[in-house]
């Protein structure tokens, strides 16, 4: 089971994608802001939802201190769009369809569930400073209390 390579005090690796109507989206475009990166798996499933909407429910506590959410799946921008348009989302999400930016944060490999073995994105969160350092590392995600 691949998590993630980085470690707390890291610098976060570099990352660009488009959000769910088609703006690029990057790490050097977040200067001056705190970060909470956060992958997820797919949109629309019981987890991903709670996770997303607990994220959304404290967002403008978030942004009152400073904190930018983006989340980022493998899942396309009509997918992130229509996630963010049921659940009333307050953030962007990037469309990493070619798993570009999961495999660079090692949050992409080998799952199992159920005894079955396959390839997916590892639920993880990554709070990363102005500076781009890496400050916490979330890799077991409670994704119904994930603000807290």
Do not use: W
């Not at 949109?43 to 942004?63: F, H, I, R, V, W």
């Not at 992130?80 to 999400?93: A, G, P, R, T, V």
């Amino acid at each position: 089971m691949l998590m993630t390579h980085l470690k707390i005090g890291d610098k976060a690796p570099n990352f660009e994608g488009k959000n769910q109507i088609g703006n690029l989206i990057s790490l050097s475009g977040c200067v001056n802001n705190k970060l909470i990166l956060f992958f997820y798996p797919k949109d629309n499933t019981p987890g991903c939802t709670k996770q997303a909407c607990s994220l959304s429910e404290s967002y403008s506590e978030l942004t009152k201190n400073g904190f930018r959410v983006i989340g980022v799946s493998p899942d396309n921008e009509l997918s992130h769009m229509k996630f963010i348009k049921k659940n009333n989302l307050s953030f962007d999400l990037i469309a990493d369809v070619d798993k570009k930016i999961c495999k660079e944060y090692g949050v992409f490999g080998q799952k199992k569930f159920m005894g079955r073995e396959y390839e997916g994105v590892h639920r993880t969160t990554f709070v990363i400073d102005e500076n781009q350092i890496i400050e916490k590392i979330f890799k077991k995600v409670d994704t119904k209390n994930h603000t807290k």
